[in-house]
């Protein structure tokens, strides 16, 4: 699992920031370390805690370092001079708060650095595509392979799929050997990858809406059978 860094000129925000996002995660959340202000009760950035925070969740699978403000990646770039794990370290120009969000999720599911940067970076595609604005880069999608197990089911949430169950989906998917689509077939958006957070966001599905899960791979009935199961209850959102 990678490490993510959040450096901030704001102890509060970073602290409601990562809140926000570890509300998304199921189960055990990634290495996460928060550095934010220059002293106490000083706004602003030091290089040094960075480092100290980089040091604290690097492994194996490498760190991802969130930032917010322009003088807060100039103290990450600054903090590489400092560190002394072995581990690579990405600075990511993801959105702070959308950013952190999918990075968290996609860490805690186990992607990838180049995963859970990339996610992050296109943090605020799903945004932008429900207001009728171009994306900034492509929104993960999914090629049309035919799937061999597929179910179509019924959005029974409020909001439909929104942060949270998307969450619990892309959670859902990691644990099976399998690839998963998401098609909205009452739109006709999709299909996008069932383990990609924006992507699944990106649907705009909403309650009512019929939503075709599609999987190929050793265990593709399984990650049906389980999302099929998930959607009854609204993917933990309605009372069973």
């Known amino acids: 699992m990678i490490g993510l860094v959040v450096v901030s000129h704001s102890p509060q925000l ?18 996460l370390a928060i550095a934010a202000g220059a002293g106490e009760g000083i706004i602003g950035t ?5 480092a100290r925070a980089i040091d604290e969740v690097s492994g194996a699978d490498g760190v991802l370092v969130v ?7 100039l103290s990450a770039t600054l903090a590489l001079e400092f560190v002394t794990s072995t581990a690579e370290v990405r600075l990511s120009d993801a959105p702070f708060v ?16 180049d995963e859970v940067d990339r996610e992050a970076r296109s943090a605020m595609d799903a945004k932008r595509g429900q207001l009728d604005r171009p994306a900034t880069e492509a929104t993960p999608s999914a090629a049309a392979t035919p799937a061999e197990a597929t179910v179509e089911v019924e959005l029974p949430n409020p909001d439909g799929l929104h ?5 619990v989906i892309v959670k859902t998917v990691s644990g099976f050997d399998a690839t998963v689509t998401i098609t909205d077939v009452t739109t006709g958006k ?6 990609s957070l924006i992507g699944i966001m990106s649907l705009g599905a909403r ?12 265990q593709a009935a399984e990650a049906i059978a389980a999302l099929d199961e998930l959607s ?3 993917f933990g959102e309605l009372e069973s």
């Open 232 to 234: 009854s209850s609204g």
């Open 163 to 167: 942060s949270r169950p998307a969450a």
């Open 67 to 73: 930032m917010d403000l322009g003088s807060a990646v």
């Open 14 to 31: 970073a602290r409601a920031a990562v809140d926000l996002a570890l509300q998304m995660v199921q189960g055990t959340p990634p290495p």
């Open 207 to 218: 309650k009512g809406d019929v939503v075709r899960f599609g999987a190929v791979g050793a």
């Open 46 to 50: 030091d290089a040094t805690e960075v």
């Open 98 to 113: 959308e950013g952190l969000i999918a990075a968290v999720v996609l860490a805690a599911a186990g992607a990838s650095l």
């Open 190 to 195: 999709g299909p996008v990858a069932g383990n």
